[in-house]
């Protein structure tokens, strides 16, 4: 914890930039906290809706699978719920901005998201998994794929996919559900090429994803977090820079950017 306020110091920001350039093959690991400052509350920690509400049924895809006929009729009446308000009217942050930007510099080489929201994306990311789906979209249980909401016909439920015939569920990942396995190879595959992990946004308490930066690290790699406040990860991390995502991120960026620049000239 730096001496001001618990921000991080243009002095730890300097360090954090300087391992983020020195490895090989940098990606993040992002979490609700990277959201929140675009207005969607994280589910842990204060202001969470887990907090407020109390942790969801650990079963929800043995529910769905039970029933899914009467688990869409009850998803699509709570379609205009308090609960999905936020992230309709989100929009991406400076945090996501910035780690976009550091795709597009060659920094960043992907990114795994925990978050639905869609905000990686839309900022311009490229390389991102979304590892507990995307709000946005309904996948086929069978063959995987993911068509828009808007291009379902939900006349009939539950709808059936169209190439394959197979059962259709939100893309949004429910506890009890197995991580989509394109999305879970995804992961796999640009973790054990990582040599850092910028830990962003996440207490670091669900897995497989947490797993994914605890590997990077038990192979000799580093772990760079940008939380708020200190989380699970905090005690393993080379560098933890207190502080929101959309205030730190772009600080970090921009000396990481002016470094390349001044490399490079
Ligand atoms: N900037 C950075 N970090 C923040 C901010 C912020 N403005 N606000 C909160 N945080 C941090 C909190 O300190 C916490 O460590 O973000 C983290 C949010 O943690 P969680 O709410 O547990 O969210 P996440 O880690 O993404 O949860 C993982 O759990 O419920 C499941 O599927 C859900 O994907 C979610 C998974």
Known sequence: MSERDGAASKLEIEEAADLILEADYAIALTGAGMSVESGIPPFRGPGGLWTKYGEPPMNGFQI???????????RLAKQNDELYRPLRVAEPNAGHLAMAELEAIGVLRFVITQNIDDLHRRAGQKQVAEIHGNWTLIRCL???RRVPWGEVNLERLPPRCTRCGGLMKSDTVAFGEPIPADALKLCAEHSALADLVIVAGTSATVYPAAGFALQVKERGGRLIEVNLYESDIT??????LRGGAATVLPQLTRVIAAKRRAALS
């Open 64 to 74: 769905f699978m039970a029933d899914p006929k009467r688990a869409w009729e009850e």
């Open 142 to 144: 069978e063959c995987v």
């Open 235 to 240: 005690p393993l991390c080379d560098a933890s």
